[in-house]
Protein backbone atom coordinates (compact mmCIF):
# COMPACT_ATOMS: atom_id res chain seq x y z
CA UNK A 1 0.00 0.00 0.00
CA UNK A 2 1.12 3.78 -0.48
CA UNK A 3 1.82 6.21 1.63
CA UNK A 4 -0.82 8.52 1.92
CA UNK A 5 -1.13 12.14 3.75
CA UNK A 6 -3.49 10.78 6.07
CA UNK A 7 -1.48 8.13 6.85
CA UNK A 8 1.86 10.47 7.37
CA UNK A 9 -0.57 12.73 9.42
CA UNK A 10 -1.80 9.48 11.49
CA UNK A 11 1.33 9.04 12.92
CA UNK A 12 1.48 12.55 14.29
CA UNK A 13 0.06 11.36 17.34
CA UNK A 14 2.79 9.51 18.23
CA UNK A 15 4.57 12.43 18.95
CA UNK A 16 2.69 15.02 20.32
CA UNK A 17 5.08 14.16 23.76
CA UNK A 18 7.40 16.71 22.28
CA UNK A 19 7.08 19.66 23.62
CA UNK A 20 9.27 22.95 21.95
CA UNK A 21 9.87 20.31 19.00
CA UNK A 22 6.24 19.46 18.50
CA UNK A 23 5.50 21.99 15.94
CA UNK A 24 7.92 21.71 13.38
CA UNK A 25 7.12 17.63 13.81
CA UNK A 26 3.54 18.21 12.60
CA UNK A 27 4.56 20.38 9.94
CA UNK A 28 7.25 18.05 8.59
CA UNK A 29 4.19 15.21 8.73
CA UNK A 30 1.84 17.22 6.90
CA UNK A 31 3.78 17.82 4.25
CA UNK A 32 4.09 15.51 1.42
CA UNK A 33 6.81 16.80 -0.56
CA UNK A 34 10.34 16.06 0.54
CA UNK A 35 13.44 17.82 0.05
CA UNK A 36 15.04 15.05 -0.17
CA UNK A 37 14.73 10.91 -1.33
CA UNK A 38 17.28 8.60 -0.84
CA UNK A 39 16.36 5.30 -2.92
CA UNK A 40 17.80 2.28 -3.60
CA UNK A 41 19.69 1.75 -0.59
CA UNK A 42 19.42 -0.93 2.36
CA UNK A 43 18.03 0.77 5.10
CA UNK A 44 18.15 -0.73 8.96
CA UNK A 45 15.97 1.85 10.42
CA UNK A 46 15.94 0.31 14.30
CA UNK A 47 12.35 0.30 14.18
CA UNK A 48 10.62 -2.85 15.38
CA UNK A 49 7.42 -1.82 13.31
CA UNK A 50 9.13 -1.46 9.94
CA UNK A 51 12.57 -3.05 10.40
CA UNK A 52 13.98 -2.66 6.82
CA UNK A 53 13.41 -0.53 3.95
CA UNK A 54 14.87 0.99 0.86
CA UNK A 55 14.19 4.54 0.72
CA UNK A 56 13.47 7.32 2.86
CA UNK A 57 12.10 10.82 2.15
CA UNK A 58 13.24 14.03 4.22
CA UNK A 59 11.61 17.40 4.88
CA UNK A 60 13.50 20.25 6.47
CA UNK A 61 15.73 18.53 9.62
CA UNK A 62 12.93 15.52 10.02
CA UNK A 63 12.19 12.19 8.53
CA UNK A 64 9.04 12.35 6.37
CA UNK A 65 8.62 9.00 5.42
CA UNK A 66 10.76 5.75 5.32
CA UNK A 67 9.15 2.70 2.94
CA UNK A 68 9.75 0.65 -0.46
CA UNK A 69 11.70 2.91 -3.53
CA UNK A 70 7.62 3.31 -5.46
CA UNK A 71 5.82 4.46 -1.92
CA UNK A 72 8.60 7.02 -0.95
CA UNK A 73 9.07 7.89 -4.78
CA UNK A 74 5.42 8.58 -5.15
CA UNK A 75 5.82 11.64 -2.51
CA UNK A 76 8.67 13.32 -4.57
CA UNK A 77 7.47 16.80 -5.97
CA UNK A 78 9.12 19.00 -8.97
CA UNK A 79 11.39 20.09 -6.57
CA UNK A 80 12.81 17.40 -4.40
CA UNK A 81 16.14 16.35 -4.96
CA UNK A 82 16.84 12.49 -5.24
CA UNK A 83 20.33 10.82 -4.09
CA UNK A 84 20.28 6.72 -5.80
CA UNK A 85 22.47 5.55 -3.10
CA UNK A 86 23.67 2.15 -5.67
CA UNK A 87 23.15 -0.50 -2.66
CA UNK A 88 24.62 1.10 -0.01
CA UNK A 89 23.33 0.87 3.52
CA UNK A 90 21.57 3.23 5.57
CA UNK A 91 21.92 3.21 9.30
CA UNK A 92 20.67 5.87 12.09
CA UNK A 93 23.20 8.70 13.43
CA UNK A 94 25.47 6.96 15.51
CA UNK A 95 25.31 8.48 19.33
CA UNK A 96 28.17 8.19 21.41
CA UNK A 97 26.90 7.97 24.88
CA UNK A 98 29.92 9.02 26.77
CA UNK A 99 33.00 11.09 25.38
CA UNK A 100 34.45 14.28 26.34
CA UNK A 101 34.29 16.39 22.99
CA UNK A 102 35.49 19.72 23.94
CA UNK A 103 38.02 18.84 26.20
CA UNK A 104 39.39 16.67 23.13
CA UNK A 105 39.01 19.37 20.89
CA UNK A 106 41.15 21.88 22.81
CA UNK A 107 43.81 19.46 23.16
CA UNK A 108 43.95 18.26 19.51
CA UNK A 109 44.54 22.43 18.86
CA UNK A 110 47.32 22.93 21.85
CA UNK A 111 48.78 19.80 22.48
CA UNK A 112 51.01 17.09 21.56
CA UNK A 113 49.73 14.18 20.45
CA UNK A 114 51.65 11.47 22.31
CA UNK A 115 50.04 8.35 20.88
CA UNK A 116 53.42 7.09 19.98
CA UNK A 117 54.68 3.71 19.87
CA UNK A 118 57.91 4.48 21.84
CA UNK A 119 59.18 6.58 24.58
CA UNK A 120 61.74 7.84 22.34
CA UNK A 121 58.93 9.13 19.57
CA UNK A 122 57.42 11.03 22.80
CA UNK A 123 60.81 12.02 23.81
CA UNK A 124 61.26 13.40 20.56
CA UNK A 125 58.12 15.03 20.38
CA UNK A 126 58.35 17.14 23.44
CA UNK A 127 61.73 17.87 22.46
CA UNK A 128 60.38 19.52 19.38
CA UNK A 129 57.54 21.39 21.06
CA UNK A 130 59.98 22.59 23.59
CA UNK A 131 62.91 24.36 20.90
CA UNK A 132 59.56 26.36 20.16
CA UNK A 133 58.25 26.99 23.15
CA UNK A 134 60.10 29.82 25.60
CA UNK A 135 62.51 28.52 28.62
CA UNK A 136 60.44 27.75 31.85
CA UNK A 137 57.02 27.95 29.71
CA UNK A 138 55.04 24.54 30.56
CA UNK A 139 55.28 21.89 27.38
CA UNK A 140 51.86 19.74 27.53
CA UNK A 141 51.20 16.41 25.98
CA UNK A 142 47.92 13.90 25.75
CA UNK A 143 46.87 10.39 24.65
CA UNK A 144 50.06 9.02 26.10
CA UNK A 145 49.36 5.20 26.66
CA UNK A 146 51.96 3.07 28.63
CA UNK A 147 51.05 -0.10 26.77
CA UNK A 148 51.21 1.29 23.28
CA UNK A 149 54.88 1.98 23.42
CA UNK A 150 57.90 -0.47 22.56
CA UNK A 151 59.30 -0.31 25.87
CA UNK A 152 55.55 -1.43 27.16
CA UNK A 153 56.65 0.65 30.70
CA UNK A 154 55.46 4.31 31.70
CA UNK A 155 57.33 7.42 31.03
CA UNK A 156 59.57 8.29 33.85
CA UNK A 157 60.43 11.47 35.50
CA UNK A 158 63.71 11.05 33.79
CA UNK A 159 62.85 10.45 30.57
CA UNK A 160 60.82 13.68 30.35
CA UNK A 161 63.85 15.71 31.90
CA UNK A 162 66.21 14.46 29.44
CA UNK A 163 64.06 15.55 26.50
CA UNK A 164 63.10 19.00 28.33
CA UNK A 165 64.98 20.28 31.40
CA UNK A 166 64.60 23.61 31.04
CA UNK A 167 60.37 22.90 30.61
CA UNK A 168 58.12 21.71 33.36
CA UNK A 169 56.05 19.04 31.08
CA UNK A 170 52.83 17.17 31.60
CA UNK A 171 52.28 14.17 29.68
CA UNK A 172 48.53 12.86 30.35
CA UNK A 173 47.49 9.51 29.62
CA UNK A 174 44.69 8.84 27.45
CA UNK A 175 42.97 7.12 29.53
CA UNK A 176 42.40 10.81 31.38
CA UNK A 177 43.25 9.73 35.13
CA UNK A 178 46.88 9.88 35.43
CA UNK A 179 50.20 12.10 34.36
CA UNK A 180 53.61 11.80 33.86
CA UNK A 181 55.79 14.87 34.67
CA UNK A 182 59.54 15.62 35.06
CA UNK A 183 61.52 17.71 37.59
CA UNK A 184 60.87 21.01 36.71
CA UNK A 185 57.01 20.45 36.95
CA UNK A 186 57.25 18.90 40.27
CA UNK A 187 59.19 21.64 41.36
CA UNK A 188 56.47 24.22 40.08
CA UNK A 189 54.27 22.75 41.94
CA UNK A 190 56.08 22.52 45.06
CA UNK A 191 56.10 18.87 45.54
CA UNK A 192 59.10 17.01 47.20
CA UNK A 193 59.71 13.69 48.25
CA UNK A 194 58.36 14.52 51.24
CA UNK A 195 55.17 15.86 49.80
CA UNK A 196 51.75 13.33 51.29
CA UNK A 197 49.53 12.48 48.65
CA UNK A 198 46.04 14.55 48.45
CA UNK A 199 43.48 12.51 49.15
CA UNK A 200 42.14 10.07 46.69
CA UNK A 201 45.21 10.90 44.54
CA UNK A 202 49.19 9.47 44.72
CA UNK A 203 52.43 10.97 43.61
CA UNK A 204 53.82 7.01 42.82
CA UNK A 205 57.02 6.33 44.22
CA UNK A 206 59.83 4.01 43.18
CA UNK A 207 59.35 0.99 45.83
CA UNK A 208 63.05 0.11 45.73
CA UNK A 209 64.29 3.89 46.59
CA UNK A 210 61.18 5.68 47.82
CA UNK A 211 61.62 8.66 45.20
CA UNK A 212 59.13 9.82 43.03
CA UNK A 213 58.79 8.28 39.68
CA UNK A 214 56.95 11.63 38.02
CA UNK A 215 53.50 9.03 37.65
CA UNK A 216 50.62 10.85 39.36
CA UNK A 217 47.06 9.36 39.75
CA UNK A 218 43.71 10.87 39.86
CA UNK A 219 43.31 13.90 42.49
CA UNK A 220 47.47 14.35 42.01
CA UNK A 221 46.84 14.89 38.21
CA UNK A 222 44.61 17.64 38.90
CA UNK A 223 47.24 19.28 41.07
CA UNK A 224 49.16 19.81 37.85
CA UNK A 225 46.19 20.25 35.49
CA UNK A 226 44.53 23.20 38.07
CA UNK A 227 47.64 25.50 37.46
CA UNK A 228 48.94 24.46 34.13
CA UNK A 229 48.06 27.70 32.24
CA UNK A 230 47.76 25.62 29.11
CA UNK A 231 44.68 23.83 30.31
CA UNK A 232 42.77 27.50 30.92
CA UNK A 233 43.95 29.79 29.39
CA UNK A 234 41.55 29.10 25.51
CA UNK A 235 39.85 32.20 24.49
CA UNK A 236 36.34 31.77 23.28
CA UNK A 237 37.29 31.79 19.66
CA UNK A 238 39.64 28.93 20.63
CA UNK A 239 36.98 27.02 21.99
CA UNK A 240 34.57 27.43 19.16
CA UNK A 241 36.96 25.90 16.77
CA UNK A 242 37.73 23.07 19.40
CA UNK A 243 34.52 22.14 19.14
CA UNK A 244 34.07 22.72 15.49
CA UNK A 245 37.05 20.42 14.63
CA UNK A 246 36.29 17.84 17.06
CA UNK A 247 32.56 17.34 15.87
CA UNK A 248 33.93 17.34 12.29
CA UNK A 249 36.42 14.30 13.21
CA UNK A 250 33.05 12.67 14.76
CA UNK A 251 30.77 13.21 11.45
CA UNK A 252 33.46 11.67 9.55
CA UNK A 253 33.29 8.71 11.63
CA UNK A 254 29.65 8.70 11.47
CA UNK A 255 28.82 10.01 15.41
CA UNK A 256 25.69 12.23 14.80
CA UNK A 257 25.15 13.14 18.49
CA UNK A 258 27.47 12.87 21.30
CA UNK A 259 27.22 13.12 25.72
CA UNK A 260 29.66 15.23 27.03
CA UNK A 261 30.52 13.26 30.31
CA UNK A 262 32.29 16.23 31.86
CA UNK A 263 31.06 19.96 30.42
CA UNK A 264 31.80 23.16 32.08
CA UNK A 265 29.85 26.31 31.80
CA UNK A 266 32.86 26.79 29.20
CA UNK A 267 31.85 24.06 27.35
CA UNK A 268 28.42 24.92 27.30
CA UNK A 269 28.96 28.50 25.56
CA UNK A 270 31.46 26.89 23.19
CA UNK A 271 28.95 24.21 22.03
CA UNK A 272 26.27 27.04 21.35
CA UNK A 273 28.83 29.25 19.95
CA UNK A 274 29.63 26.69 17.62
CA UNK A 275 25.97 25.85 16.97
CA UNK A 276 25.34 29.60 16.02
CA UNK A 277 28.15 30.14 13.74
CA UNK A 278 26.95 26.47 11.85
CA UNK A 279 30.26 24.97 12.98
CA UNK A 280 28.34 22.00 14.86
CA UNK A 281 28.71 19.49 13.07
CA UNK A 282 27.24 16.83 15.93
CA UNK A 283 24.56 17.15 18.70
CA UNK A 284 25.59 17.63 22.07
CA UNK A 285 23.98 16.05 25.46
CA UNK A 286 26.04 18.20 28.22
CA UNK A 287 26.34 16.62 31.32
CA UNK A 288 28.13 19.44 33.96
CA UNK A 289 30.77 18.65 36.29
CA UNK A 290 29.90 18.17 39.69
CA UNK A 291 32.09 21.08 40.57
CA UNK A 292 29.91 23.75 38.16
CA UNK A 293 26.61 22.55 39.50
CA UNK A 294 25.95 25.64 42.27
CA UNK A 295 26.36 28.15 39.51
CA UNK A 296 24.32 26.09 37.52
CA UNK A 297 21.38 25.76 40.06
CA UNK A 298 21.11 29.24 41.08
CA UNK A 299 20.52 30.18 37.26
CA UNK A 300 17.77 28.05 37.03
CA UNK A 301 19.40 25.42 34.54
CA UNK A 302 18.78 21.71 34.81
CA UNK A 303 19.00 18.75 32.56
CA UNK A 304 17.15 19.19 29.45
CA UNK A 305 17.72 22.54 29.21
CA UNK A 306 17.69 23.79 25.45
CA UNK A 307 16.62 21.74 22.12
CA UNK A 308 18.00 19.07 19.63
CA UNK A 309 21.31 20.57 19.10
CA UNK A 310 22.58 21.51 22.02
CA UNK A 311 20.86 20.38 25.37
CA UNK A 312 22.02 20.07 29.07
CA UNK A 313 22.16 16.83 30.21
CA UNK A 314 22.85 15.61 33.71
CA UNK A 315 25.29 15.98 36.70
CA UNK A 316 28.59 14.08 36.48
CA UNK A 317 30.79 13.39 39.21
CA UNK A 318 33.49 10.42 39.79
CA UNK A 319 33.70 7.52 42.22
CA UNK A 320 36.61 5.54 41.40
CA UNK A 321 39.64 5.10 39.18
CA UNK A 322 40.23 3.69 35.65
CA UNK A 323 40.19 0.79 33.40
CA UNK A 324 42.49 1.61 30.61
CA UNK A 325 45.38 3.13 33.72
CA UNK A 326 44.41 -0.07 35.85
CA UNK A 327 43.11 2.60 38.83
CA UNK A 328 39.94 1.08 39.02
CA UNK A 329 38.19 0.15 42.17
CA UNK A 330 37.95 -3.85 42.40
CA UNK A 331 36.56 -6.12 44.63
CA UNK A 332 39.83 -8.52 44.18
CA UNK A 333 43.09 -7.35 42.92
CA UNK A 334 44.29 -7.01 39.61
CA UNK A 335 46.38 -9.90 37.74
CA UNK A 336 50.15 -10.03 39.13
CA UNK A 337 49.60 -7.35 41.62
CA UNK A 338 47.92 -9.20 44.77
CA UNK A 339 47.73 -5.95 46.67
CA UNK A 340 46.15 -3.53 44.34
CA UNK A 341 42.89 -3.19 44.44
CA UNK A 342 42.49 0.24 42.53
CA UNK A 343 41.49 3.19 44.05
CA UNK A 344 38.33 4.88 45.06
CA UNK A 345 38.52 9.13 44.22
CA UNK A 346 35.59 10.35 45.76
CA UNK A 347 33.89 8.15 48.78
CA UNK A 348 30.22 8.10 49.64
CA UNK A 349 29.09 11.16 51.60
CA UNK A 350 31.18 13.24 49.13
CA UNK A 351 29.10 11.82 46.25
CA UNK A 352 25.98 12.49 48.57
CA UNK A 353 26.54 15.69 48.87
CA UNK A 354 26.75 16.81 45.14
CA UNK A 355 24.28 14.15 44.17
CA UNK A 356 21.61 14.63 46.32
CA UNK A 357 21.76 18.56 45.43
CA UNK A 358 21.58 17.73 41.80
CA UNK A 359 18.65 15.33 42.78
CA UNK A 360 16.47 17.81 44.44
CA UNK A 361 17.29 20.72 41.53
CA UNK A 362 15.94 17.79 39.28
CA UNK A 363 19.10 17.06 37.43
CA UNK A 364 19.93 13.66 35.87
CA UNK A 365 22.82 11.64 37.93
CA UNK A 366 25.83 10.45 35.86
CA UNK A 367 28.55 9.18 38.59
CA UNK A 368 31.80 7.09 37.16
CA UNK A 369 31.82 3.65 38.56
CA UNK A 370 34.35 1.03 36.83
CA UNK A 371 34.96 -1.08 39.25
CA UNK A 372 32.57 -3.58 41.34
CA UNK A 373 33.22 -1.94 44.66
CA UNK A 374 32.60 1.57 42.97
CA UNK A 375 29.48 0.48 41.13
CA UNK A 376 28.00 -0.92 44.40
CA UNK A 377 28.71 2.30 46.02
CA UNK A 378 26.87 4.51 43.02
CA UNK A 379 24.29 1.95 43.65
CA UNK A 380 23.76 2.61 47.33
CA UNK A 381 23.45 6.03 46.79
CA UNK A 382 20.88 6.23 44.26
CA UNK A 383 19.17 3.64 46.17
CA UNK A 384 19.02 6.01 49.09
CA UNK A 385 18.33 8.97 46.99
CA UNK A 386 15.24 7.07 45.65
CA UNK A 387 14.12 6.20 49.54
CA UNK A 388 14.56 9.73 50.27
CA UNK A 389 13.27 11.79 47.82
CA UNK A 390 11.54 9.59 44.54
CA UNK A 391 11.45 10.31 41.10
CA UNK A 392 9.59 8.93 38.72
CA UNK A 393 11.92 7.97 36.00
CA UNK A 394 15.07 9.48 37.35
CA UNK A 395 17.42 7.41 34.13
CA UNK A 396 20.10 7.59 37.05
CA UNK A 397 23.56 6.94 34.54
CA UNK A 398 26.53 4.91 35.43
CA UNK A 399 29.38 6.08 33.81
CA UNK A 400 31.22 3.05 32.64
CA UNK A 401 29.88 0.67 34.48
CA UNK A 402 32.41 -2.23 33.83
CA UNK A 403 33.23 -4.69 36.25
CA UNK A 404 29.72 -5.81 37.11
CA UNK A 405 28.33 -9.10 39.10
CA UNK A 406 24.63 -10.55 39.14
CA UNK A 407 23.51 -8.37 41.72
CA UNK A 408 24.76 -5.30 40.67
CA UNK A 409 22.77 -6.08 37.64
CA UNK A 410 19.58 -6.93 39.58
CA UNK A 411 19.90 -3.63 41.29
CA UNK A 412 20.46 -1.66 38.30
CA UNK A 413 17.16 -3.11 36.50
CA UNK A 414 15.41 -2.18 39.69
CA UNK A 415 16.43 1.07 39.61
CA UNK A 416 16.30 1.90 35.73
CA UNK A 417 19.28 2.69 35.96
CA UNK A 418 21.08 2.91 32.74
CA UNK A 419 25.35 1.53 31.93
CA UNK A 420 27.26 3.09 29.52
CA UNK A 421 30.31 0.48 29.12
CA UNK A 422 33.03 1.40 27.31
CA UNK A 423 32.51 0.06 23.48
CA UNK A 424 35.71 0.06 21.95
CA UNK A 425 37.77 -1.07 24.64
CA UNK A 426 38.11 -4.45 24.03
CA UNK A 427 39.50 -4.34 20.34
CA UNK A 428 41.83 -1.81 21.33
CA UNK A 429 43.03 -2.00 24.72
CA UNK A 430 43.29 -6.10 24.21
CA UNK A 431 47.10 -5.61 25.52
CA UNK A 432 45.59 -4.23 28.75
CA UNK A 433 43.23 -7.08 29.23
CA UNK A 434 45.52 -9.76 31.22
CA UNK A 435 45.77 -7.44 34.12
CA UNK A 436 42.24 -8.15 34.89
CA UNK A 437 42.56 -11.81 34.15
CA UNK A 438 40.47 -14.52 31.48
CA UNK A 439 37.21 -14.91 34.10
CA UNK A 440 37.11 -11.54 35.02
CA UNK A 441 36.45 -10.19 31.87
CA UNK A 442 32.81 -12.40 31.24
CA UNK A 443 31.81 -9.67 33.61
CA UNK A 444 33.45 -6.61 32.00
CA UNK A 445 32.25 -4.01 29.24
CA UNK A 446 29.10 -6.52 30.03
CA UNK A 447 26.82 -6.04 27.48
CA UNK A 448 24.79 -9.59 26.96
CA UNK A 449 24.35 -9.71 30.89
CA UNK A 450 23.04 -5.93 30.42
CA UNK A 451 20.99 -6.91 27.27
CA UNK A 452 19.30 -10.46 29.12
CA UNK A 453 18.37 -8.32 32.03
CA UNK A 454 16.36 -5.44 30.14
CA UNK A 455 18.81 -2.49 31.18
CA UNK A 456 19.49 -0.28 27.55
CA UNK A 457 23.48 0.10 27.56
CA UNK A 458 24.96 2.68 25.62
CA UNK A 459 27.33 2.78 23.53
CA UNK A 460 30.22 4.51 25.03
CA UNK A 461 34.04 5.83 23.76
CA UNK A 462 35.12 8.17 26.50
CA UNK A 463 37.38 9.68 23.52
CA UNK A 464 40.44 10.35 24.43
CA UNK A 465 40.45 6.82 26.46
CA UNK A 466 38.98 5.17 23.62
CA UNK A 467 38.71 5.75 19.84
CA UNK A 468 35.31 7.12 18.78
CA UNK A 469 34.91 5.38 16.01
CA UNK A 470 31.04 2.68 15.88
CA UNK A 471 32.54 0.08 13.31
CA UNK A 472 35.07 -0.42 15.85
CA UNK A 473 32.35 -0.46 18.69
CA UNK A 474 30.72 -2.99 16.35
CA UNK A 475 33.18 -5.32 16.08
CA UNK A 476 34.18 -5.21 19.22
CA UNK A 477 30.80 -5.58 20.98
CA UNK A 478 30.18 -8.42 18.45
CA UNK A 479 33.34 -10.27 18.88
CA UNK A 480 34.98 -10.05 21.59
CA UNK A 481 37.88 -9.44 19.71
CA UNK A 482 41.12 -7.48 20.37
CA UNK A 483 43.81 -6.40 17.39
CA UNK A 484 46.07 -8.70 17.91
CA UNK A 485 43.59 -12.49 17.96
CA UNK A 486 42.73 -12.41 21.35
CA UNK A 487 39.03 -13.09 22.65
CA UNK A 488 38.06 -11.81 25.90
CA UNK A 489 35.27 -12.18 27.50
CA UNK A 490 33.18 -14.54 25.00
CA UNK A 491 30.20 -15.16 27.37
CA UNK A 492 29.52 -10.98 26.68
CA UNK A 493 29.28 -10.75 22.67
CA UNK A 494 25.83 -10.15 20.82
CA UNK A 495 24.26 -9.95 17.81
CA UNK A 496 25.12 -6.93 15.46
CA UNK A 497 21.53 -6.16 15.50
CA UNK A 498 21.90 -5.68 18.94
CA UNK A 499 24.60 -3.35 18.74
CA UNK A 500 23.47 -1.58 16.13
CA UNK A 501 20.46 -0.91 18.80
CA UNK A 502 23.27 0.20 21.28
CA UNK A 503 24.80 2.51 19.32
CA UNK A 504 21.53 4.19 18.39
CA UNK A 505 18.39 4.28 20.02
CA UNK A 506 19.93 3.53 23.48
CA UNK A 507 22.14 6.24 23.33
CA UNK A 508 18.33 8.18 22.66
CA UNK A 509 17.09 7.15 25.47
CA UNK A 510 19.99 7.37 28.03
CA UNK A 511 19.66 11.00 26.97
CA UNK A 512 15.76 11.67 26.96
CA UNK A 513 15.98 11.85 23.50
CA UNK A 514 14.32 8.57 22.19
CA UNK A 515 11.24 10.47 21.15
CA UNK A 516 13.87 12.99 18.78
CA UNK A 517 15.99 10.56 17.25
CA UNK A 518 17.49 7.23 17.42
CA UNK A 519 15.65 5.51 14.91
CA UNK A 520 14.95 6.31 11.21
CA UNK A 521 11.13 6.75 11.93
CA UNK A 522 8.32 9.80 10.11
CA UNK A 523 8.79 12.36 12.52
CA UNK A 524 11.84 11.93 13.77
CA UNK A 525 15.24 13.83 13.00
CA UNK A 526 17.16 13.08 9.67
CA UNK A 527 20.58 11.94 11.55
CA UNK A 528 21.54 8.86 9.62
CA UNK A 529 24.79 7.35 8.35
CA UNK A 530 25.49 6.14 4.83
CA UNK A 531 27.84 3.11 4.86
CA UNK A 532 29.58 1.40 2.29
CA UNK A 533 28.99 -2.37 2.91
CA UNK A 534 26.04 -3.51 5.14
CA UNK A 535 27.07 -4.22 8.48
CA UNK A 536 24.26 -7.13 8.67
CA UNK A 537 26.04 -9.37 6.46
CA UNK A 538 29.34 -8.32 6.72
CA UNK A 539 31.55 -10.67 8.47
CA UNK A 540 32.39 -9.48 12.04
CA UNK A 541 35.52 -9.77 11.76
CA UNK A 542 35.22 -7.53 9.06
CA UNK A 543 33.05 -4.40 10.41
CA UNK A 544 36.08 -1.59 11.65
CA UNK A 545 36.46 -1.84 8.02
CA UNK A 546 33.48 -0.66 6.44
CA UNK A 547 33.81 2.70 5.14
CA UNK A 548 31.38 5.96 6.21
CA UNK A 549 30.27 7.31 2.61
CA UNK A 550 27.97 10.09 4.06
CA UNK A 551 27.04 11.64 7.60
CA UNK A 552 23.71 13.77 7.68
CA UNK A 553 22.66 15.67 10.45
CA UNK A 554 19.17 17.32 10.67
CA UNK A 555 18.81 17.00 6.79
CA UNK A 556 22.05 18.43 6.42
CA UNK A 557 25.05 16.35 4.99
CA UNK A 558 28.18 17.13 7.43
CA UNK A 559 30.42 14.92 5.92
CA UNK A 560 30.64 13.35 2.69
CA UNK A 561 33.66 11.07 1.58
Known sequence: MGISRRHLIRGAGAFAVFSAGSRPVLAALARTQPDLILHNGQVITIDPRQPAAEAVAIAGDRILAVGSNADVGALAAAGTRRIDLGGSTVVPGFID?????????????????????????????????AAKTPPGEWVVGFKYDDTKTAERRFITLEDLDAAAPDHPVYIGHRGGHTGYVNSLALARAGITEQSPDPEGGRFVRDPATGRLTGRVLERAADTFENSIPAFGTTTREEDRAAVKLITQMFAKAGVTSSTDAYGTAEDL??????????????RI???????????MIVAGVRTGLGDEWVRVGGMKATCDGSISERTARLSQPYVGRPDDFGMIVAGAEELYGYASKAHEAGWQLGIHANGDVGIGMVLDLY?????ERPRRDPRYRIEHCTVINDDLVRRMKALGAIPTPFSTYVYFHGEKMPEFGEERLNSMFALRSFLDAGIGATMASDYPPGPFEPMMALQSMVTRTAMDGRVWGPRQKISIEEALRVCTLN????????HEKGSLEPGKLADLVVLGRNPLTEDPSNLVSIPVERTMVGGRWVYEA
Not at 507 to 514: L, R, T, V
Open 383 to 387: ERLQR
Open 507 to 514: GAHASFEE
Open 285 to 295: YCMIGYAHLDK
Open 269 to 282: RAYQDAREAGELSS
Open 97 to 129: GHCHPAYSGRRHLRFIDCDLRSIKAIQDAVRER
